[in-house]
Structures are given as structure tokens and as C-alpha cells.
Nanobody
Framework: VQLQASGGGLVQPGDSLSVSCAASGRISRLALMGWFRQAPGKQRDLVARINLAGSTDYADSVKGRFTISRDNAKNTVHLQMNSLKPEDTAVYYC?????????WGQGTLVTVSS
């Protein structure tokens, strides 16, 4: 399984940005896909994840601002980030979990700064 992330960049507070991830390889329909992030000096934390049925889970800090979506036919996951804050600055990692294994993308940097 390989995960290829795209998107990210530098934005100002209050702006919107999106990141996407395409999974390739042997992907189970039951795979859980999502995004984690890691700010400098901090641990990697869950941002959002989504299952096959479209059920979602969000970190409290992003609820109401971020939206995760998934295209099961294309094995892609998309994270729309609105009303970005400086504290959202981090490297964002795509994640796929299936059959007891976890896979990670290469990470994409999101910087929110004025």
C-alpha cells in the first residue's frame, strides 16, 4: 500500500485549504482512511478519519471547520480545512488502516501565518 498526499501550503489565518491523498495497492473496502498532523515538538495526533460507510471522527479542535470525505472507487481521501488558525500549522499525514496494519503518506506541510 502506498499513499500519495497532495495539497498543503502557506495560508493566512481564516483562509481555506485542502489536502488530498490517493491510496494504491491492495486496499480493503473496509480500510479506515484519515489524516493526522504533527506540529514541531509535538506528537502526531488524529485530525479526522472516515470509514467505508462515510462515518467520520474529528479531533475536537477541528470540528466545525474541517471536513473529511472519501471516494471509495478511487481510494482517495480529501480534507477540506476552513477558518484555519495558526495552531493548525503542522505536517499533515495521510493514514490508512486495514487488517491490523497502518500505512502513512509522506506528509505535507500546512502553514497558517499572517
Amino acid at each position: 500500500v502506498q499513499l500519495q498526499a497532495s495539497g498543503g501550503g502557506l495560508v493566512q489565518p481564516g483562509d481555506s485549504l485542502s489536502v488530498s491523498c490517493a491510496a494504491s495497492g491492495r486496499i480493503s473496502r473496509l480500510a479506515l482512511m484519515g489524516w493526522f498532523r504533527q506540529a514541531p515538538g509535538k506528537q502526531r495526533d488524529l485530525v479526522a478519519r472516515i470509514n467505508l460507510a462515510g462515518s467520520t471522527d474529528y479531533a475536537d479542535s477541528v470540528k466545525g471547520r474541517f471536513t473529511i470525505s472519501r471516494d471509495n472507487a478511487k481510494n482517495t481521501v480529501h480534507l477540506q480545512m476552513n477558518s484555519l488558525k495558526p495552531e493548525d500549522t503542522a505536517v499533515y499525514y495521510c493514514n490508512l488502516a486495514q487488517q491490523g496494519y497502518e500505512y502513512w503518506g509522506q506528509g505535507t506541510l500546512v502553514t497558517v501565518s499572517s
